[in-house]
């Protein structure tokens, strides 16, 4: 049994993996502050502790590490949203890279016996660069306050790791989706808006002419490679990206959900968005080399997520 902190625990992809912790027999401690996340969103058992609290509280978080004396941690905790990013740059900075390098910090001067950090990074670190399939070592053009800071805080990660001998290493996130991921804004993950346009029988509003393309990637197919990664001791002071390496278009998605859902999508067409980027895939050689296949297929993924989608 394993102690692990999960920052931004009560989110989409956070919640997910507290479940999953516990079903492996770990003990673990969440922290969040609810801006995103649902409380109800983590399972209620003994060997989980909730703490609605934000990250950039560093007399909290200090006193926290240096009490619980973590084996892992995830840190996952973020304002998600490339919009709000761009609409408030200094306090989503205050939570996506600095309340983490104060993690760091801590585990640096009190020479904390971490097993692993794990930092969660975005596809949106490539920006615009049109180079397909993107590899880790791909050119990084990040656009957004957003891709800045999740890119200097993955280089902070990955140095602290190096200089002060911290077993740490980052992933970069492409489209998950999944059971609990929040569509209550226009910059939702398109299938949680999807999902929702189906089962209220609502219009789908797609931006541009749906030939776009993204690397979907299931809720438990990241859960899957996090673990790899969590538990591979080679795999230190690197970046991964987590992804399928499938490209799969918007118009193909819809296709597949309607055959899911046995039901017809309506679609009302406005012009891309501003900044859109059309096609984007990873390359996922370095996730394979640790043996990750991903289980689920588009289809299959979307199969899950509705029938958990329509029992709420
Ligand atoms: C994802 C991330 C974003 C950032 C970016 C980096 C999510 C939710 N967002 O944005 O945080 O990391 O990658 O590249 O994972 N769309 C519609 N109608 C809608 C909503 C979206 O047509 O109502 C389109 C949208 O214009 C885009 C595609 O669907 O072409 C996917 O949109 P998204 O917001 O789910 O994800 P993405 O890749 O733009």
């Known amino acids: 049994m394993s102690k692990v902190l999960v920052t931004g625990g009560a989110g989409f992809i956070g919640s997910n993996l507290v479940d999953q912790l516990v079903q492996d027999g770990d003990e673990v401690i ?53 919009a709000d990013s761009v609409a408030r740059p200094y306090e989503t900075h205050q939570i996506n890279q600095e309340a983490n390098i104060f993690i760091l910090e801590i585990i640096r001067q009190h020479k904390l016996p971490i097993k692993k950090v794990l930092f969660t990074s975005s596809a949106a670190v490539y920006g615009n660069n049109p180079e397909l399939p993107k590899r880790e070592d791909s050119t990084i053009d990040p656009l957004t306050p957003y891709a800045i800071d999740k890119f200097a805080t993955e280089r902070f990660v990955i140095d602290y790791g190096k200089l002060y001998n911290i077993p740490t290493v980052a992933v970069r996130f492409f489209n998950v989706y999944g059971p609990r991921q929040n569509p209550k804004s226009p910059y939702s993950g398109v299938l949680s808006l999807i999902t929702e346009c189906l089962k209220n029988q609502r219009v789908f509003t797609l931006f541009g002419d749906g030939e776009q393309t993204r690397d979907f990637i299931f809720i438990q197919d990241v859960l899957l490679a996090l673990h790899l990664i969590m538990s591979n001791s080679q795999a230190v002071h690197e ?8 490209q799969s278009s918007l118009l193909n998605i819809i296709t597949d959900y309607q055959k899911v859902t046995d039901q017809s999508l309506s679609v009302e067409y406005l012009p891309a968005r501003d900044g859109d980027i059309i096609h984007s895939c990873a390359d996922i050689t370095k996730l394979k080399g640790l043996g990750f296949n991903s289980k689920y297929t588009l289809f299959l993924g979307l199969s899950d997520y509705w029938v958990s989608a329509s029992r709420n």
Do not use: C, R, W
């Not at 609810?34 to 560093?58: Q, R």
């Not at 970046?239 to 499938?246: E, L, S």
């Open 239 to 246: 970046v991964y990206n987590v992804a399928t390496g499938k």
């Open 30 to 82: 969440v922290v969040d502050d609810l801006s995103m996340g649902l409380a109800s969103n983590i399972p209620s058992s003994p060997k989980v502790t909730f703490y609605e609290h934000s990250i950039t509280d560093h007399g909290f978080m200090k006193d926290l590490l240096l009490k619980e004396q973590f084996d892992y941690i995830y840190l996952l905790a973020a304002i998600a949203s490339v």
